[in-house]
């Protein structure tokens, strides 16, 4: 069972007084209920458990996005810290997919992926695939499902957050930053139609924000 932090249902938050929210977003958001320096930290660690379990291995690092784009760079960049100070260091490639299954704030029964075609490239590799969220479970499933069909011949999964919901289909990565309540969460690159993406922290998106950037 991998080991995370979890954030209880009954979790407060932090009022957003007290970091710097961009003010276009002021009156769009509840909470804060991971700040920045968490998330860092924890990814941190995550690293460090990758290269541990990894190490001396080449790994195709590969992110899924748009969601994940910023919580690869950050994991990367402490891998790449790490490899610089350790004897069984990690040789690194990189590559990138795109999966849709979200219109607002809810999951669609398609889950949309994009750059498929490119995973032949994959064949008899190590892949860690970097997630953003898991919720129901099921797009991870659909991209596994995908890439199993090219023989890679490890393939992990680190996921900085995972959901807990009734809809969940009872997968869970490999490495997982934080358990989280079921409310919609933005920031870090996780976003609501496209919006949130620029915001540090990850955060509660109140009513206001899902009418105002409804499509």
Do not use: W
């Not at 080991?3 to 909470?31: A, T």
């Not at 541990?52 to 994991?75: E, N, P, R, S």
């Not at 004897?87 to 999951?107: A, G, M, N, W």
């Not at 807990?164 to 009872?170: D, F």
């Amino acid at each position: 069972m991998a080991s995370f932090l979890q954030i209880p249902d009954d979790e407060k938050g932090h009022d957003l007084n007290l970091f710097c929210v961009p003010k276009h977003y002021e009156d769009d958001l509840d909470r804060v209920i991971i700040p920045h320096g968490l998330i860092m930290d924890r990814t941190e660690r995550l690293a460090r458990n990758i290269v541990q379990d990894m190490g001396g291995c080449h790994i195709v690092a590969l992110c899924v996005l748009k969601g994940g784009y910023t919580f690869f760079a950050d994991l990367l960049d402490y891998m790449k810290a790490l490899n610089q100070n350790i004897d069984k260091s990690v040789p690194l490639t990189v590559d990138f997919i795109r999966l849709k299954s979200y219109c607002d704030d809810q999951s669609s029964v398609d889950v949309k992926v994009m750059g498929g075609d490119e995973l032949s490239a994959l064949t008899g590799k190590n892949v860690l695939i970097v997630e953003d969220i898991v919720e129901t479970g099921r797009t991870m499933q659909t991209l596994l499902s995908l890439l199993n069909k090219h023989n890679p011949k490890i393939v992990k999964v680190v996921s900085l957050l995972v959901k807990r919901t009734q809809k969940s289909s009872g997968y869970r990565p490999d490495y997982i930053g934080f358990e989280v309540p079921d409310k919609f969460l933005v920031g870090y690159a996780l976003d609501y139609n496209e919006y949130f993406r620029d915001l540090s922290h990850i955060c509660i998106l109140n009513d206001n924000g899902r009418e105002k950037y409804k499509k």
